[in-house]
T-cell receptor, first 115, second 110 residues
Framework: DAGVTQSPTHLIKTRGQQVTLRCSPK?????VSWYQQALGQGPQFIFQ???????QRGNFPDRFSGHQFPNYSSELNVNALLLGDSALYLC??????????????FGQGTRLTVV | GIQVEQSPPDLILQEGANSTLRCNFS?????LQWFHQNPWGQLINLFY???GTKQNGRLSATTVATERYSLLYISSSQTTDSGVYFC????????????FGQGTELSVKP
């Protein structure tokens, strides 16, 4: 079991550009959630995908969008990058259980730097 | 929404010492997890513990759901225990959306 995998591990982008981050969930999981972690802070929930749809969303602008594919993998897209978007982006996978979910497992993260 | 508070924010220990980290949360939860974040940013699962007590080697955790807190115990600490420890909760009907505390940064000195 490869666990949750994310790519790329590091990325440097210029302000105003667009970026796409990718996540493959743990085998057997159907739900993917994305988190942003600024330096010295706890991870903040961006959004969650289940059955190829955005199921819930945190307090992030529309510049942040995502997608889930039929194989449950997911992408996070950020448009019009700002310096403040520099952070560690974490992907978590879990299995939906009614209105809840099983234990979440995280990937190693993508460290995005916007210059 | 649910608020999660961790204490202490920082902790410095000598190797071999024991410690207790606390997590308070403001509402009933479906799930509570403890993580250790290594220097490279990876969140390592320690415990999935919505209630009760669990032990894994030198680490153990207790969640008292009715009083809305959880404790993580580290015994005989080692330098490899250094890093940031996060508590995260999933409220009822939240579909697995985790709310994280600010973390406890632990430094174990040789």
């Amino acid at each position: 079991d490869a666990g949750v995998t994310q790519s790329p591990t590091h990325l440097i982008k210029t302000r105003g550009q667009q970026v796409t981050l990718r996540c493959s969930p743990k085998s057997g999981h159907d739900t993917v959630s994305w988190y942003q972690q600024a330096l010295g802070q706890g991870p903040q929930f961006i959004f969650q995908y289940y059955e190829e749809e955005e199921r819930q969303r945190g307090n992030f602008p529309d510049r942040f969008s995502g997608h889930q594919f039929p194989n449950y993998s997911s992408e996070l897209n950020v448009n019009a990058l700002l310096l403040g978007d520099s952070a560690l982006y974490l992907c978590a996978s879990s299995l939906a259980l009614g209105t809840g979910a099983t234990e979440a497992f995280f990937g190693q993260g993508t460290r995005l730097t916007v210059v | 929404g649910i608020q999660v508070e961790q204490s202490p924010p920082d902790l410095i220990l000598q190797e071999g010492a024991n410690s207790t980290l606390r997590c308070n949360f403001s509402d009933s939860v479906n799930n509570l997890q403890w993580f250790h974040q290594n220097p490279w940013g990876q969140l390592i699962n320690l415990f999935y513990i919505p209630s009760g007590t669990k032990q894994n080697g030198r680490l153990s955790a207790t969640t008292v759901a009715t009083e809305r807190y959880s404790l993580l115990y580290i015994s005989s600490s080692q330098t490899t225990d250094s890093g940031v420890y996060f508590c995260a909760v999933d409220g009822y009907n939240q579909g697995g959306k985790l709310i994280f505390g600010q973390g406890t940064e632990l430094s174990v000195k040789p």
